[in-house]
């Protein structure tokens, strides 16, 4: 299986300001994506992260607020811009293995103030 | 348009009991993958199981089986001589194998399961 990091693991912020998240997958794999998962919520999909390309967003979700960068197969980072305390969620980012099975990093865990 | 229901939002069992987790889809595509996902209390999410829309024949992995029926839409996930430790939030999730939704995985609401000691 896939190992994805992803940093920061947990942030607190002000409104206002924006927060980079890392993902780092350690082995080839065919796409990447950007999860969120509100508190008590399922997973939700913001964005498919295209390598060299700009991503594909899910309706609701724009690239001025999740600017989203995938500068090569293994790494990619999500921006959350402007933030709000709505915004407060997990982050995850996704990758889907050569063999179609899709794994998930340990999630970034942001409360905006 | 895709769906994935997960009616049971929270289970509670005694250890050792065995334990039917519910998941009824919707698609219009006659390809597509059906997942199976853990996320314990620490809340990462937990691969468990992909099951190809042609692949009918139920799986078992040790204490854990899935039970995939195409005429009802549904993949049940079955846990025998359930243990504390599989307390979770147990997600079902969908993908399409058709150009646009391709890749995109639908998860249901999640059940949480609580195995009491």
């Known amino acids: 299986s896939a190992v994805i990091s992803q940093k920061p693991s947990r942030d607190i912020c002000q409104r206002g300001t924006s927060l980079t998240i890392q993902c780092q997958v350690d082995?080839?794999?065919?796409?990447m994506f950007w999860y969120r998962q509100q508190p008590g919520q399922s997973l939700t999909l913001i964005a498919t992260a295209n390598q060299g390309s700009e991503a594909t967003y899910e309706s609701g979700f724009v690239i001025d607020k999740f600017p989203i960068s995938r500068p090569n197969l293994t790494f990619s980072t999500l921006t959350v811009s402007n933030m709000s305390p709505e915004d407060s969620s997990i982050y995850l980012c996704?990758?889907?293995?050569?063999?179609?099975?899709?794994?998930f990093g340990p999630g970034t865990r942001l409360t905006v103030l | 348009a895709q769906k994935v229901t997960q009616a049971q939002t929270e289970i509670s069992v005694v250890e050792k009991e065995d334990v039917t987790l519910d998941c009824v889809y919707e698609?219009?595509?006659?390809?597509?993958?059906l997942f199976w996902y853990k996320q314990p209390p620490s809340g990462e999410l937990v691969f468990l199981i992909r099951?190809?829309?042609?692949?009918?024949q139920n799986e078992i992995s040790g204490r854990y089986s899935w039970n995939f029926q195409k005429s009802t839409s549904s993949f049940n996930f079955t846990i025998t001589a359930s243990q504390v430790v599989d307390s979770a939030v147990y997600f079902c999730a969908l993908s399409e194998a058709n150009e646009r939704h391709r890749e995109k995985l639908t998860f249901g609401t999640g059940t949480r399961l609580t195995i009491i000691p």
């Open positions: 082995s080839q794999v065919t796409m």
């Open positions: 996704s990758v889907r293995s050569l063999n179609n099975e899709q794994f």
């Open positions: 099951r190809n829309s042609f692949d009918e």
């Open positions: 698609t219009r595509d006659t390809t597509y993958y």
